[in-house]
């Protein structure tokens, strides 16, 4: 057996690196990546979150996710507003825009994942999903 296929990590990078390219070329007319999809989803899902929130929470460097967060305000996806209880920090919202930009792209989303997942059965697509969510719930 050769080497490469026997490391977890190379194994999971590559299938997340063909679901991250083919999803890319879906988020190009939004010029956005799948990163700041994420981030958007997040937003969608949390209203009202700090940057510091979303960065801890989707484990993104608080550098990177000020230039996300620049990046999807100057394109009209994201507002900040006051955090009300901590004059120093901003709350996040998303706009109409960032809205449509979610549910556009969800779909397609979707597919491109089962595109990549289509070598596996549908059990094993959930029990791949199952497993995923073990190991992301204990770190």
């Not at 801890?56 to 394109?75: A, G, N």
């Amino acid at each position: 057996m050769e080497k490469w296929n026997q490391s977890y990590g190379f194994l999971l990078g590559k299938v997340l690196q063909q679901m991250e390219t083919r999803f890319a070329e879906g988020l190009l007319p939004y010029e956005i990546n799948a990163r700041q999809y994420g981030v958007l989803l997040f937003i969608n899902e949390n209203p009202y979150s700090s940057q510091k929130d979303i960065s801890e929470s989707l484990q993104i460097d608080r550098t990177t996710m000020v230039s996300h967060i620049d990046h999807l305000e100057k394109l009209g996806f994201v507002e900040r507003t006051k955090n009300p209880h901590d004059r120093r920090s901003y709350s996040l919202l998303i706009t109409p825009n960032g809205n449509e930009v979610l549910d556009s792209r969800w779909e397609f989303l979707i597919n491109t994942e089962l595109d990549v997942l289509a070598p596996l059965s549908n059990q094993e697509k959930h029990l791949l999903k199952d497993f995923l969510v073990k190991i992301w719930s204990t770190l």
